[in-house]
Protein backbone atom coordinates (compact mmCIF):
# COMPACT_ATOMS: atom_id res chain seq x y z
CA UNK A 1 0.00 0.00 0.00
CA UNK A 2 0.85 3.57 -0.59
CA UNK A 3 2.78 5.16 2.55
CA UNK A 4 0.72 7.69 4.18
CA UNK A 5 3.63 9.82 5.13
CA UNK A 6 2.39 12.45 2.48
CA UNK A 7 5.80 13.41 0.64
CA UNK A 8 5.08 10.99 -1.95
CA UNK A 9 2.57 12.23 -4.72
CA UNK A 10 -0.38 10.24 -5.05
CA UNK A 11 -1.06 7.97 -7.95
CA UNK A 12 -3.72 8.63 -10.43
CA UNK A 13 -5.12 5.73 -11.38
CA UNK A 14 -7.46 6.43 -14.41
CA UNK A 15 -10.34 3.50 -14.91
CA UNK A 16 -11.01 3.02 -18.90
CA UNK A 17 -12.84 0.05 -19.96
CA UNK A 18 -15.78 -0.72 -22.82
CA UNK A 19 -19.08 0.15 -22.01
CA UNK A 20 -20.66 -1.50 -19.42
CA UNK A 21 -17.49 -3.17 -18.53
CA UNK A 22 -17.79 -2.34 -14.61
CA UNK A 23 -15.89 0.96 -14.71
CA UNK A 24 -18.22 2.85 -12.21
CA UNK A 25 -19.17 0.34 -9.77
CA UNK A 26 -15.31 -0.52 -9.81
CA UNK A 27 -14.88 2.97 -8.85
CA UNK A 28 -17.51 2.80 -6.14
CA UNK A 29 -15.61 -0.34 -5.01
CA UNK A 30 -11.64 0.82 -4.57
CA UNK A 31 -12.93 4.56 -3.60
CA UNK A 32 -14.94 2.86 -0.88
CA UNK A 33 -12.09 0.66 -0.24
CA UNK A 34 -9.39 3.09 0.26
CA UNK A 35 -11.81 4.50 2.63
CA UNK A 36 -11.89 2.23 4.65
CA UNK A 37 -8.56 2.37 4.76
CA UNK A 38 -8.64 5.43 6.39
CA UNK A 39 -6.56 7.05 3.13
CA UNK A 40 -9.35 8.48 1.42
CA UNK A 41 -8.72 9.32 -2.32
CA UNK A 42 -9.22 12.54 -4.52
CA UNK A 43 -12.00 11.42 -7.05
CA UNK A 44 -12.96 12.82 -10.41
CA UNK A 45 -15.65 11.75 -12.75
CA UNK A 46 -15.04 12.55 -15.97
CA UNK A 47 -18.07 11.33 -17.56
CA UNK A 48 -20.68 13.99 -18.60
CA UNK A 49 -23.31 11.76 -19.47
CA UNK A 50 -23.77 9.40 -16.19
CA UNK A 51 -27.36 10.42 -14.79
CA UNK A 52 -25.84 9.70 -11.28
CA UNK A 53 -22.57 8.70 -9.65
CA UNK A 54 -22.84 6.37 -6.72
CA UNK A 55 -19.61 7.81 -5.23
CA UNK A 56 -18.61 11.03 -4.14
CA UNK A 57 -16.58 12.71 -6.46
CA UNK A 58 -14.35 15.96 -5.87
CA UNK A 59 -14.61 17.39 -9.13
CA UNK A 60 -17.36 16.24 -11.61
CA UNK A 61 -17.05 17.52 -15.34
CA UNK A 62 -21.18 17.74 -15.28
CA UNK A 63 -20.82 20.29 -12.48
CA UNK A 64 -18.76 22.73 -15.66
CA UNK A 65 -20.24 21.25 -18.81
CA UNK A 66 -24.01 20.39 -19.23
CA UNK A 67 -23.99 17.59 -21.57
CA UNK A 68 -27.69 17.63 -22.65
CA UNK A 69 -27.39 21.55 -23.45
CA UNK A 70 -24.40 20.62 -25.20
CA UNK A 71 -25.67 18.48 -27.63
CA UNK A 72 -29.06 20.74 -28.22
CA UNK A 73 -26.93 23.90 -28.59
CA UNK A 74 -24.21 21.89 -31.34
CA UNK A 75 -27.01 20.05 -32.31
CA UNK A 76 -24.87 16.73 -31.53
CA UNK A 77 -26.01 12.97 -31.25
CA UNK A 78 -25.03 11.31 -27.82
CA UNK A 79 -21.22 10.42 -28.78
CA UNK A 80 -20.53 13.49 -30.41
CA UNK A 81 -21.68 15.19 -26.95
CA UNK A 82 -19.84 13.43 -24.90
CA UNK A 83 -16.55 14.18 -26.98
CA UNK A 84 -18.07 17.89 -27.11
CA UNK A 85 -18.29 17.97 -23.26
CA UNK A 86 -14.96 16.55 -22.86
CA UNK A 87 -13.37 19.02 -25.02
CA UNK A 88 -14.93 22.15 -23.51
CA UNK A 89 -13.72 20.37 -19.58
CA UNK A 90 -10.03 19.95 -21.10
CA UNK A 91 -9.88 23.72 -21.81
CA UNK A 92 -9.84 23.88 -18.10
CA UNK A 93 -7.79 21.61 -17.45
CA UNK A 94 -5.17 24.19 -16.02
CA UNK A 95 -7.14 25.31 -13.63
CA UNK A 96 -7.60 20.97 -12.72
CA UNK A 97 -4.63 21.16 -12.24
CA UNK A 98 -4.21 23.62 -10.40
CA UNK A 99 -6.42 22.49 -8.02
CA UNK A 100 -5.24 18.81 -7.56
CA UNK A 101 -1.80 20.22 -6.87
CA UNK A 102 -3.01 21.71 -4.45
CA UNK A 103 -5.15 19.48 -3.06
CA UNK A 104 -2.90 16.22 -3.53
CA UNK A 105 0.40 17.42 -3.78
CA UNK A 106 2.59 18.59 -0.45
CA UNK A 107 3.52 22.17 -0.88
CA UNK A 108 7.11 22.21 -1.23
CA UNK A 109 5.98 20.05 -4.41
CA UNK A 110 3.64 22.34 -5.68
CA UNK A 111 4.70 24.27 -9.38
CA UNK A 112 4.25 27.42 -9.68
CA UNK A 113 0.28 27.57 -10.66
CA UNK A 114 -0.43 29.12 -13.97
CA UNK A 115 -2.32 32.30 -13.81
CA UNK A 116 -5.67 30.48 -14.89
CA UNK A 117 -5.02 28.01 -12.39
CA UNK A 118 -4.27 30.65 -9.75
CA UNK A 119 -7.87 31.93 -10.26
CA UNK A 120 -9.55 28.49 -9.29
CA UNK A 121 -7.34 27.20 -6.89
CA UNK A 122 -7.32 30.48 -4.75
CA UNK A 123 -10.33 29.49 -2.72
CA UNK A 124 -8.68 25.74 -1.95
CA UNK A 125 -6.42 26.56 1.63
CA UNK A 126 -3.42 24.55 1.22
CA UNK A 127 -3.63 20.84 2.56
CA UNK A 128 -2.19 19.57 5.66
CA UNK A 129 0.20 16.80 5.09
CA UNK A 130 -1.95 14.31 6.65
CA UNK A 131 -5.03 14.99 4.36
CA UNK A 132 -2.73 14.84 1.45
CA UNK A 133 -4.60 11.84 -1.06
CA UNK A 134 -2.36 9.02 -1.63
CA UNK A 135 -4.67 8.43 -4.99
CA UNK A 136 -6.57 10.00 -7.08
CA UNK A 137 -9.40 8.00 -8.91
CA UNK A 138 -10.46 8.93 -12.35
CA UNK A 139 -14.03 7.63 -13.97
CA UNK A 140 -14.59 8.41 -17.76
CA UNK A 141 -17.12 7.92 -20.55
CA UNK A 142 -18.68 4.59 -21.45
CA UNK A 143 -17.74 5.42 -25.25
CA UNK A 144 -13.55 4.43 -24.68
CA UNK A 145 -13.05 5.44 -28.20
CA UNK A 146 -14.29 9.00 -27.74
CA UNK A 147 -12.07 9.38 -24.21
CA UNK A 148 -9.00 7.50 -25.66
CA UNK A 149 -8.57 8.60 -29.23
CA UNK A 150 -9.94 12.40 -28.86
CA UNK A 151 -7.30 15.18 -28.70
CA UNK A 152 -9.03 16.32 -25.37
CA UNK A 153 -8.71 12.96 -23.61
CA UNK A 154 -5.05 13.09 -24.79
CA UNK A 155 -4.20 16.28 -23.49
CA UNK A 156 -6.23 15.25 -20.04
CA UNK A 157 -4.21 12.19 -19.83
CA UNK A 158 -0.61 13.56 -20.71
CA UNK A 159 -1.34 16.59 -18.83
CA UNK A 160 -1.79 14.59 -15.61
CA UNK A 161 1.25 12.06 -16.39
CA UNK A 162 3.38 15.32 -16.25
CA UNK A 163 2.12 16.19 -12.42
CA UNK A 164 1.46 12.55 -10.67
CA UNK A 165 2.40 9.32 -11.46
CA UNK A 166 -0.40 7.72 -13.64
CA UNK A 167 -1.54 4.17 -13.96
CA UNK A 168 -4.34 3.00 -16.25
CA UNK A 169 -6.24 0.16 -15.13
CA UNK A 170 -8.24 -1.24 -17.81
CA UNK A 171 -11.70 -2.87 -17.02
CA UNK A 172 -12.42 -6.16 -18.84
CA UNK A 173 -16.00 -7.76 -18.64
CA UNK A 174 -14.85 -10.96 -17.62
CA UNK A 175 -17.72 -13.25 -18.25
CA UNK A 176 -18.19 -11.30 -21.54
CA UNK A 177 -14.98 -11.41 -23.01
CA UNK A 178 -14.28 -15.18 -22.22
CA UNK A 179 -17.91 -15.91 -23.92
CA UNK A 180 -15.86 -16.28 -27.55
CA UNK A 181 -12.03 -16.20 -28.63
CA UNK A 182 -12.65 -13.36 -31.12
CA UNK A 183 -14.78 -11.23 -28.47
CA UNK A 184 -11.36 -11.86 -25.87
CA UNK A 185 -8.94 -10.81 -28.48
CA UNK A 186 -10.82 -7.44 -29.72
CA UNK A 187 -10.70 -6.78 -26.28
CA UNK A 188 -7.16 -7.18 -26.13
CA UNK A 189 -6.33 -5.53 -29.33
CA UNK A 190 -8.04 -2.65 -27.55
CA UNK A 191 -6.52 -3.23 -24.37
CA UNK A 192 -2.82 -3.00 -26.62
CA UNK A 193 -3.45 -0.05 -28.58
CA UNK A 194 -4.71 2.15 -25.71
CA UNK A 195 -1.30 0.94 -24.12
CA UNK A 196 1.12 1.97 -27.24
CA UNK A 197 -0.97 5.06 -27.93
CA UNK A 198 -1.00 6.34 -24.13
CA UNK A 199 2.24 5.06 -22.93
CA UNK A 200 1.60 4.48 -20.13
CA UNK A 201 1.39 1.53 -17.48
CA UNK A 202 -1.61 -0.04 -17.59
CA UNK A 203 -3.48 -2.93 -15.22
CA UNK A 204 -6.07 -5.30 -16.76
CA UNK A 205 -8.77 -5.60 -14.34
CA UNK A 206 -11.21 -8.77 -15.43
CA UNK A 207 -14.10 -7.75 -13.18
CA UNK A 208 -16.86 -9.23 -12.67
CA UNK A 209 -15.21 -12.80 -11.34
CA UNK A 210 -18.34 -13.23 -9.48
CA UNK A 211 -20.36 -14.46 -12.30
CA UNK A 212 -17.32 -15.92 -14.05
CA UNK A 213 -13.60 -16.27 -12.49
CA UNK A 214 -10.20 -14.76 -14.12
CA UNK A 215 -8.40 -18.19 -14.63
CA UNK A 216 -9.43 -19.11 -18.28
CA UNK A 217 -8.40 -15.37 -19.41
CA UNK A 218 -5.40 -15.35 -17.76
CA UNK A 219 -4.60 -18.72 -19.37
CA UNK A 220 -4.91 -17.63 -22.65
CA UNK A 221 -2.96 -14.62 -22.14
CA UNK A 222 0.26 -16.50 -20.66
CA UNK A 223 -0.31 -19.23 -22.77
CA UNK A 224 -1.19 -19.65 -26.41
CA UNK A 225 -1.34 -23.19 -26.47
CA UNK A 226 -4.34 -22.81 -24.38
CA UNK A 227 -5.91 -19.96 -26.24
CA UNK A 228 -4.90 -22.09 -29.45
CA UNK A 229 -6.95 -25.10 -28.18
CA UNK A 230 -9.67 -22.70 -26.89
CA UNK A 231 -9.95 -21.68 -31.02
CA UNK A 232 -9.82 -25.23 -32.01
CA UNK A 233 -13.25 -26.24 -29.83
CA UNK A 234 -14.49 -22.87 -30.44
CA UNK A 235 -14.32 -24.26 -34.26
CA UNK A 236 -15.65 -27.79 -33.81
CA UNK A 237 -18.59 -27.06 -31.57
CA UNK A 238 -19.84 -24.29 -34.85
CA UNK A 239 -19.00 -27.31 -37.23
CA UNK A 240 -21.07 -29.75 -34.85
CA UNK A 241 -23.65 -27.32 -34.73
CA UNK A 242 -24.14 -27.42 -38.34
CA UNK A 243 -22.27 -23.99 -39.12
CA UNK A 244 -19.23 -24.55 -41.28
CA UNK A 245 -16.76 -23.83 -38.65
CA UNK A 246 -16.01 -20.43 -39.82
CA UNK A 247 -14.35 -18.74 -42.44
CA UNK A 248 -10.78 -20.56 -41.30
CA UNK A 249 -9.64 -17.30 -42.47
CA UNK A 250 -10.86 -15.44 -39.07
CA UNK A 251 -9.24 -18.72 -37.08
CA UNK A 252 -5.86 -18.28 -38.54
CA UNK A 253 -5.87 -14.68 -37.81
CA UNK A 254 -6.74 -14.89 -33.98
CA UNK A 255 -4.08 -17.95 -34.14
CA UNK A 256 -1.27 -15.36 -35.14
CA UNK A 257 -2.41 -12.92 -33.12
CA UNK A 258 -2.35 -15.03 -29.76
CA UNK A 259 1.62 -15.74 -31.02
CA UNK A 260 2.26 -11.91 -31.21
CA UNK A 261 0.64 -10.73 -28.40
CA UNK A 262 2.97 -12.66 -26.05
CA UNK A 263 5.35 -9.94 -25.58
CA UNK A 264 2.49 -7.54 -24.64
CA UNK A 265 0.70 -9.55 -22.56
CA UNK A 266 4.58 -9.25 -20.75
CA UNK A 267 4.25 -5.81 -19.99
CA UNK A 268 1.16 -6.12 -18.32
CA UNK A 269 -0.30 -6.56 -14.91
CA UNK A 270 -3.20 -8.63 -14.41
CA UNK A 271 -6.05 -9.49 -11.72
CA UNK A 272 -9.29 -10.90 -11.27
CA UNK A 273 -11.80 -8.29 -9.27
CA UNK A 274 -15.36 -7.97 -8.34
CA UNK A 275 -17.03 -4.94 -8.14
CA UNK A 276 -19.89 -6.74 -6.37
CA UNK A 277 -18.34 -8.62 -3.68
CA UNK A 278 -15.32 -6.22 -3.23
CA UNK A 279 -13.05 -9.47 -4.33
CA UNK A 280 -9.46 -9.01 -5.20
CA UNK A 281 -9.06 -5.07 -4.39
CA UNK A 282 -6.37 -5.52 -1.76
CA UNK A 283 -4.49 -7.42 -5.10
CA UNK A 284 -5.35 -4.18 -7.15
CA UNK A 285 -3.55 -1.47 -5.04
CA UNK A 286 -0.88 -3.80 -4.83
CA UNK A 287 -0.58 -4.14 -8.84
CA UNK A 288 -1.00 0.02 -8.09
CA UNK A 289 2.24 -0.11 -6.12
CA UNK A 290 4.10 -1.90 -8.54
CA UNK A 291 3.12 0.34 -11.82
CA UNK A 292 3.71 3.38 -9.63
CA UNK A 293 7.18 2.35 -9.24
CA UNK A 294 7.60 1.39 -13.36
CA UNK A 295 5.90 4.59 -14.21
CA UNK A 296 9.04 6.82 -11.67
CA UNK A 297 11.54 4.50 -13.44
CA UNK A 298 10.49 3.61 -16.80
CA UNK A 299 7.93 6.35 -17.86
CA UNK A 300 9.11 9.67 -15.91
CA UNK A 301 12.46 10.00 -17.53
CA UNK A 302 10.56 9.79 -20.89
CA UNK A 303 8.09 11.85 -19.88
CA UNK A 304 10.38 14.23 -18.55
CA UNK A 305 12.89 14.33 -21.63
CA UNK A 306 9.75 15.08 -23.73
CA UNK A 307 8.87 17.95 -21.57
CA UNK A 308 12.19 19.33 -21.32
CA UNK A 309 12.16 19.20 -25.25
CA UNK A 310 8.75 21.15 -25.35
CA UNK A 311 10.08 23.63 -23.02
CA UNK A 312 13.18 24.10 -25.42
CA UNK A 313 11.14 24.54 -28.10
CA UNK A 314 8.90 27.32 -26.24
CA UNK A 315 12.29 28.87 -25.10
CA UNK A 316 13.66 29.16 -28.68
CA UNK A 317 10.38 30.38 -30.70
CA UNK A 318 10.14 32.89 -27.80
CA UNK A 319 13.50 33.90 -28.46
CA UNK A 320 12.98 33.71 -32.01
CA UNK A 321 9.77 35.91 -31.37
CA UNK A 322 11.80 38.67 -29.40
CA UNK A 323 14.39 38.51 -32.13
CA UNK A 324 11.82 39.48 -34.74
CA UNK A 325 10.12 41.88 -32.53
CA UNK A 326 13.52 43.49 -32.22
CA UNK A 327 14.37 43.86 -35.75
CA UNK A 328 10.53 45.24 -36.09
CA UNK A 329 11.25 47.74 -33.51
CA UNK A 330 14.69 48.76 -35.17
CA UNK A 331 12.71 49.00 -38.27
CA UNK A 332 10.14 51.48 -36.83
CA UNK A 333 13.22 53.45 -35.42
CA UNK A 334 14.97 53.93 -38.59
CA UNK A 335 11.44 54.79 -40.26
CA UNK A 336 11.00 57.30 -37.86
CA UNK A 337 14.58 58.81 -37.79
CA UNK A 338 13.70 59.22 -41.64
CA UNK A 339 10.84 60.78 -41.41
CA UNK A 340 12.59 63.02 -38.64
CA UNK A 341 15.25 63.96 -41.14
CA UNK A 342 12.93 65.18 -43.49
CA UNK A 343 11.10 67.65 -40.32
CA UNK A 344 11.59 70.75 -41.28
CA UNK A 345 15.19 72.10 -39.74
CA UNK A 346 14.72 75.52 -40.18
CA UNK A 347 11.41 78.14 -39.70
CA UNK A 348 11.84 78.86 -43.30
CA UNK A 349 11.54 75.22 -44.53
CA UNK A 350 8.56 74.70 -41.91
CA UNK A 351 7.13 77.40 -42.94
CA UNK A 352 7.30 76.08 -46.70
CA UNK A 353 6.27 73.21 -45.31
CA UNK A 354 3.31 74.14 -44.23
CA UNK A 355 2.27 76.14 -46.92
CA UNK A 356 3.08 72.37 -49.23
CA UNK A 357 0.61 70.53 -46.69
CA UNK A 358 -1.72 73.70 -46.85
CA UNK A 359 -1.58 73.67 -50.70
CA UNK A 360 -5.02 72.50 -52.42
CA UNK A 361 -6.48 72.84 -48.69
CA UNK A 362 -7.93 76.13 -49.68
CA UNK A 363 -10.74 78.30 -47.47
CA UNK A 364 -11.87 80.91 -49.22
CA UNK A 365 -12.85 82.82 -45.59
CA UNK A 366 -9.40 82.34 -44.92
CA UNK A 367 -7.85 83.69 -47.82
CA UNK A 368 -9.53 86.56 -47.84
CA UNK A 369 -8.24 86.94 -43.92
CA UNK A 370 -4.57 86.02 -44.90
CA UNK A 371 -4.75 89.01 -47.70
CA UNK A 372 -5.90 91.03 -44.98
CA UNK A 373 -3.41 90.03 -42.96
CA UNK A 374 -0.73 90.35 -44.98
CA UNK A 375 -1.91 93.68 -46.86
CA UNK A 376 -2.35 95.31 -42.55
CA UNK A 377 1.11 93.95 -41.76
CA UNK A 378 2.73 95.56 -44.92
CA UNK A 379 0.76 98.84 -43.92
CA UNK A 380 1.76 98.81 -40.33
CA UNK A 381 5.77 97.91 -41.70
CA UNK A 382 6.04 101.07 -44.01
CA UNK A 383 4.40 102.92 -40.90
CA UNK A 384 7.02 101.74 -38.84
CA UNK A 385 9.81 102.70 -41.34
CA UNK A 386 8.63 105.82 -41.54
CA UNK A 387 8.25 106.69 -37.57
CA UNK A 388 11.42 105.48 -37.75
CA UNK A 389 10.94 102.89 -34.41
CA UNK A 390 11.46 99.99 -36.53
CA UNK A 391 15.33 100.43 -36.59
CA UNK A 392 17.43 98.17 -35.37
CA UNK A 393 19.13 98.36 -32.28
CA UNK A 394 22.03 96.41 -31.24
CA UNK A 395 20.17 94.64 -29.43
CA UNK A 396 18.27 93.50 -32.34
CA UNK A 397 21.26 92.62 -33.85
CA UNK A 398 22.69 90.16 -31.02
CA UNK A 399 19.14 88.13 -31.11
CA UNK A 400 18.87 87.41 -34.27
CA UNK A 401 22.42 85.96 -34.33
CA UNK A 402 21.45 84.10 -31.82
CA UNK A 403 18.53 82.49 -33.35
CA UNK A 404 20.63 81.59 -36.65
CA UNK A 405 23.16 80.24 -33.71
CA UNK A 406 20.23 78.14 -32.22
CA UNK A 407 18.99 77.06 -35.57
CA UNK A 408 22.50 75.48 -37.00
CA UNK A 409 22.85 73.54 -33.84
CA UNK A 410 19.63 71.75 -34.17
N1 LIG B 1 -22.06 -9.37 -11.23
C1 LIG B 1 -21.38 -8.27 -11.34
N2 LIG B 1 -21.92 -7.23 -12.00
C2 LIG B 1 -21.20 -6.10 -12.09
C3 LIG B 1 -19.90 -5.97 -11.53
N3 LIG B 1 -19.44 -4.74 -11.81
C4 LIG B 1 -20.40 -4.11 -12.50
N4 LIG B 1 -21.46 -4.90 -12.67
C5 LIG B 1 -22.70 -4.58 -13.38
O1 LIG B 1 -22.39 -4.22 -14.70
C6 LIG B 1 -23.28 -3.22 -15.17
C7 LIG B 1 -22.50 -2.04 -15.72
O2 LIG B 1 -21.80 -1.45 -14.67
P1 LIG B 1 -21.27 0.04 -14.70
O3 LIG B 1 -20.43 0.20 -13.48
O4 LIG B 1 -22.35 1.00 -14.92
O5 LIG B 1 -20.37 -0.04 -15.99
P2 LIG B 1 -19.64 1.16 -16.73
O6 LIG B 1 -18.47 0.58 -17.41
O7 LIG B 1 -19.41 2.28 -15.80
O8 LIG B 1 -20.73 1.56 -17.77
P3 LIG B 1 -20.72 2.86 -18.73
O9 LIG B 1 -20.14 3.98 -17.94
O10 LIG B 1 -22.15 3.04 -19.09
O11 LIG B 1 -19.89 2.43 -19.86
C8 LIG B 1 -24.15 -2.86 -13.98
O12 LIG B 1 -25.37 -3.52 -14.11
C9 LIG B 1 -23.38 -3.37 -12.79
O13 LIG B 1 -24.22 -3.74 -11.74
C10 LIG B 1 -19.37 -7.12 -10.84
O14 LIG B 1 -18.26 -7.14 -10.33
N5 LIG B 1 -20.15 -8.23 -10.79
MG1 LIG C 1 -19.77 4.37 -15.99
Not at 56 to 68: G, H, Q, T
Not at 143 to 153: D, R
Request: hydrophobic letters at 35%; proline letters at 5%.
Amino acid sequence: MASSDGSRPPVAVVVVGMAGSGKTTFMQRINSHLHSKRTPPYVLNLDPAVRSVPFESNIDIRDSVNYKEVMKQYNLGPNGGILTSLNLFATKIDQVLGILEKRCLPEAQQSQPSEGSQAQAQPAASTAPSQIPQHILLDTPGQIEVFVWSASGSILLSSLASSFPTVLAYVIDTPRSTSSTSTFMSNMLYAISILYKTKLPMILVFNKTDVKSETEAVEWMRDFEAFQAALQREEEEEMDGGGDGGSGYMGSLLNSMSLVLEEFYNNLSVVGVSSMTGAGTDEFFEKVEEKRQEFERDYKPELDRRRQEREKEKEERREREVARMMKDMRVDREKQGRRKKEEPETVSEAEEESDDENAGLVDPDEVEEADEDDDGLARRYQQALKDGSAQPDASDASFAKYVQAAQMNR
